[in-house]
DNA sequence: TTGTAAGCGTTATCAG
DNA sequence: CTGATAACGCTTACAA
């Protein structure tokens, strides 16, 4: 176990027979260094294998050039095969990997864990705070802002507070999906809608509600989570409710192929029958039988765009409270 | 933006009319401060809402209290829907969490993105590095072995250096997968292995060819990447090459999915023209048409093992050089 | 049992 | 342009 003392600052600063100082200077990229003497302390940065204490300067900074993705989901659902959090994570560490700062995930499914997510960003253990999904009225994003901690959601905070947020088109992507089961001729169309306390099952119930009043058709609704046995169970209850439903509108691509299944099995067939578009656009729409109508959504931007603009936040910018990111219609066989 | 003063452990000890050593105490759990001390500190603390900077922590203790996990493999097929990864991430944050450690993620896909997981590891910014999925000869984890930095590997590093891994039974899972299809009176067992480039694809394929060889029959095999869409192409080369396949074992459930499909279009029914055999057990696996029979790998548990052995590690424990996971026949309806 | 004081490795403020 | 020197907030011998 030799634990080879890494050089220090001190270390290099008398290879190169400069002071601390200066090789701070080089090693921060001042140009009010002699080009002759940054030879020297690149040199021995290089000869030395030196690499700065990050806990040092964070100490002096004031800054740890780490944020943290707080997935509030309850950890069994957060990695469901929906991809929606991979999606973000995945666009959160290329954006950060370009700024050079760190991603520091949390999950905050366990009242244990929510407990240790608010320990650590209160305690100004990383630059800004990303929160992914928020569940219910979660009151952390808006404790955060107030104490001045950079925070950027992903949807709108349903408790009101007013915290930047970034989020999907939910509404006109459901909007275009209705409308296209509307103009190819359907008059009962069904909805599984999602969790009624995530921002997403809400504004997707929405854009169904919203898009059906308007064109005169009733309004068939069952409600799910977002995952496949509830997208079956929901079904299964709109068929009973609603025998002559020659449509359904799924807030979820898992729960739209549950509904796929349910509906094969209960004799209807798709699209002749019963049309089904889901939501999201997972890779698997495209594998379903008959592949599966849906929307897609940019879920790798969505974590991009959170991330760049906590960074703008932290950066000192003033950013819009709010963006609204494309969502779009993609045919396949469903409907 | 009110950057509100953080308190330190000077204004908690002024508060609580004692030292900063006694606050340090306190705080971190010493059992040699009388009781009374330790009630008013604990208030005081509460009073200002106290909360360690960790950075000077970690300045004087040398630890960070925090591991990075790495996933090395190309950003755009970390987050494909297989569900490894992020099973992986859960695994490790569950674990952590209980160990009160935080973690760090780093996508090593990019070359630049690797010299700077590199850095960041060997700059002894972690306390322990676990590496996911290993692809090709990285010569990073023995490095940093070497430097004397725990290290933990999923599977079995394939520069051959000694560093402590934790997998899952590939071999294991394909051979009872193989004898079932040979049970079931499959003769032509054809394979649509992973990448050779990645320990699960050299593996399975292994497993694959000792168990048809050792009954005497055919290797009939084709290569993939793991995705679907390189499962279709090596389901079209197997029916080309070996028209009268009557089984196939696909490596991962996403190439044994497409295989599904791709069978169908060629008009083969299954499974009773010809049987599939996926690894995995993705959740859309139970979805399939018809549902997959599969090998269960357990891959939260991967996470978890490989989060205890690098701490055990970074306790200066010794561990076992390597750890093999149980994997599990699911019988479905594809073979 | 408690307090004092010496660092930990940086950065930042001043002089020079 | 460069070098002392003082923080940054905490832990930990060592004293008392």
């Known amino acids: ?11 290099v600063a008398r290879r190169a027979g400069v002071s601390r100082a200066t090789v701070s200077r080089v090693v921060n990229g001042s140009t009010t260094v002699a080009e002759s003497i940054q030879q020297a302390v690149r040199q021995a940065v290089e000869e030395l294998g030196y690499v700065p204490n990050l806990a040092a300067r964070s100490l002096v900074t004031q800054r740890t050039d780490s944020i943290a993705l707080v997935l509030p989901e309850a950890a069994t659902r957060v990695f469901s095969d929906d991809q929606v959090f991979p999606g973000i994570i995945r666009g959160a560490a290329q954006e950060l990997e370009a700024a050079d700062k760190q991603l520091v995930l949390m999950l905050a499914g366990s009242p244990g864990g929510h407990e240790r997510v608010e320990r650590y960003t ?5 630059d800004g705070v ?13 404790r955060l802002a107030r104490l001045g901690i950079p925070v950027v959601c992903s949807g709108r905070p349903l408790d009101g507070v007013e915290v930047p947020y970034v989020d999907v088109d939910h509404v ?3 909007t ?9 001729g359907r008059r009962r169309i ?3 809608a999602g969790p009624q306390d995530m921002v997403a099952g809400i504004e997707r119930l929405i854009g169904y509600r919203d898009t059906v009043a ?3 058709l009733p309004e068939l609704v069952a409600y799910g989570d977002f995952t496949r046995e509830s997208g079956a169970a929901a079904m299964r209850q709109l068929l009973a409710a609603y025998p002559d439903l020659d449509a359904v509108f799924a807030a979820s691509d898992l729960m739209a192929h549950a509904a796929l299944r349910t509906l094969r099995e209960a004799g209807r067939r798709v699209p002749d029958e019963v049309a089904v578009i889901g939501f999201d ?5 495209a594998y379903t039988e008959p592949p599966l109508t849906t929307i897609r959504q940019p879920i790798v931007e969505l974590g991009r765009a959170m991330t760049r603009q906590l960074l703008r936040i932290a950066g000192g910018e003033a950013v819009e409270p709010a963006l609204l990111l494309p969502t779009e219609l993609i045919i396949r066989d469903s409907a």
Chains 1, 2 share one sequence.
């Open 130 to 142: 990303l929160f992914a999904s928020l569940h219910g009225e979660d009151p952390l994003p808006g």
């Open 176 to 184: 275009r999906a209705v409308r296209h089961l509307i103009e190819g």
């Open 281 to 285: 656009d997972i890779e698997t729409a």
């Open 214 to 216: 308007a064109a005169g």
């Open 190 to 192: 069904a909805t599984i």
């Open 172 to 174: 006109g992507g459901v």
């Open 122 to 126: 209160t305690g100004r253990h990383v």
């Open 1 to 11: 176990m030799t634990t080879a003392q890494r050089p220090t600052l001190e270390a």
